[in-house]
Nanobody, 119 residues
């Protein structure tokens, strides 16, 4: 059972930056972090969970939601089993719980970390 633990959330003023991290562990025999595509998703109060960004298993490809393109950057360190989301120029509408997801033959979710953008 893959475990994902997010960290780095908090309260930030509009225009500020935060860096989220997700640490993965508990891979089944024969599988490693390198097998999994990783992604970030978010859920704002009263809204459905939405896609934010994804990165391929090797890190060679990324994709972003239009709402964060140019402001957020996803990256991964396969040696440390981590994926990160650098968030710049934050807006109040970025306020949400941010979730990390691992996808291979199955999908695994973390518990989420709260990001609040407010003055």
């Amino acid at each position: 059972q893959v475990q994902l633990v997010e960290s780095g959330g908090g309260l930030v003023q509009p225009g500020g930056s935060l860096r989220l991290s997700c640490a993965a562990s508990g891979f089944a025999s024969g599988l490693t972090f390198r097998n999994y595509a990783m992604s970030w998703h978010r859920q704002a109060p009263g809204k459905e969970r939405e896609f934010v960004a994804t990165i391929t298993s090797t890190g060679s490809g990324t994709n972003y939601a239009d709402s964060v393109k140019g402001r957020f950057t996803i990256s991964r360190d396969n040696a440390k089993n981590t994926v990160s989301l650098q968030m710049n120029s934050l807006k109040p509408e970025d306020t949400a719980i941010y979730y990390c997801k691992a996808t291979f033959t199955r999908m695994y979710w973390g518990q989420g970390t709260q990001v609040t953008v407010s003055s």
